[in-house]
């Protein structure tokens, strides 16, 4: 009986150890701009990620799989400061209620060629800094998405994940919490000889 045991054991260890977990490689990759996401969808990660400056979770749908330099844009923050969109706890869905804060966006971004948008996914303290960082670039994803599906060219669009690094109210309660989960949209225009 123990033999038993002991071969039924030895084949469970050597079946787990051979098939393991394993992880998809991550990278950059160009999302077509026909493709389109609609408001409070979860749709798959249809383009890949790369770590950026500290350690920050960016994506970009760049030509040639560059990563989003930043020293190219001149950035504004103040454009879009009124259009933050804000998440439920553990959620990357956008809210019926911020609707019109991406159509704004939409419609700046439609009406200036030259204009691209960053989009930075935020958390809030809680939760490891890992997952925070993949929360923060889903809740980015999504509104990626849903500007594309309001027209806006998915070679436009580029996002940075922050996780529970940039809190918006340094507080520790729910009332803190809910400023903190958000995308933040930062208007980009070419430099000069950029």
């Known amino acids: ?37 609609q408001i409070g969808e979860n749709q798959p990660n249809t383009y890949g990620q790369q770590l950026g400056n500290n350690g920050l979770v960016s994506s970009s749908p760049m030509a040639e799989n560059q990563p989003f330099d930043p020293s190219k844009w001149d950035m504004d923050r103040d454009a879009f400061a009124a259009n933050s969109v804000h998440f439920a706890f553990d959620s990357a869905v956008i809210r019926d209620s911020d609707t019109a804060n991406l159509q704004a966006v939409a419609a700046k971004l439609n009406s200036d060629a030259s204009a691209n948008v960053m989009i930075e996914g935020n958390c809030d303290e809680r939760g490891t800094e890992e997952y925070n960082r993949s929360l923060g670039e889903r809740r980015a994803e999504a509104a990626r998405e849903a500007l594309v599906g309001m027209g806006v060219s998915a070679s436009r669009i580029h996002t940075m994940s922050y996780g529970k690094d940039k809190p918006a109210d340094t507080g520790h309660d729910e009332s803190a919490w809910s400023k903190n989960r958000r995308d933040d949209f930062v208007l980009l225009h070419p430099k000069s000889g950029a």
């Open 1 to 37: 009986m123990n033999k038993l045991i002991y071969i039924t054991a030895l084949a469970l260890t050597v079946t787990i150890a051979s098939t393991g977990c394993r992880h998809k490689p991550v990278g950059i990759t160009p999302i077509p701009d026909n493709q389109r996401g």
